[in-house]
């Protein structure tokens, strides 16, 4: 797979792909969210033991 900035457009998108994407979405802002809820000391741990 390819990484490039160009958005990819789906015209007529499945219900069960549109359930996908509602699920990574809510996914990816629950883990930003422990993310900022984070103390930073708790933080610099996970990233160093990562």
């Given amino acids: 797979m390819t990484y490039t900035k160009e958005p990819i457009v789906i015209d007529n998108p499945s219900e069960k792909l549109l359930k996908t994407i509602?699920?990574?979405?809510?996914?990816?802002?629950a883990e930003?969210?422990?993310?900022?809820?984070?103390?930073?000391?708790?933080?610099?741990?996970?990233?160093?033991?990562?």
């Avoid at 509602?22 to 996914?27: G, M, V, Y």
């Avoid at 930003?32 to 990562?50: D, G, Q, Y």
Wanted: positive net charge; glycine residues 0%; hydrophobic residues 35%.
């Fill in 22 to 29: 509602k699920k990574l979405r809510e996914h990816k802002l």
């Fill in 32 to 50: 930003l969210e422990k993310l900022r809820n984070m103390k930073p000391e708790e933080f610099s741990r996970r990233v160093i033991l990562a």
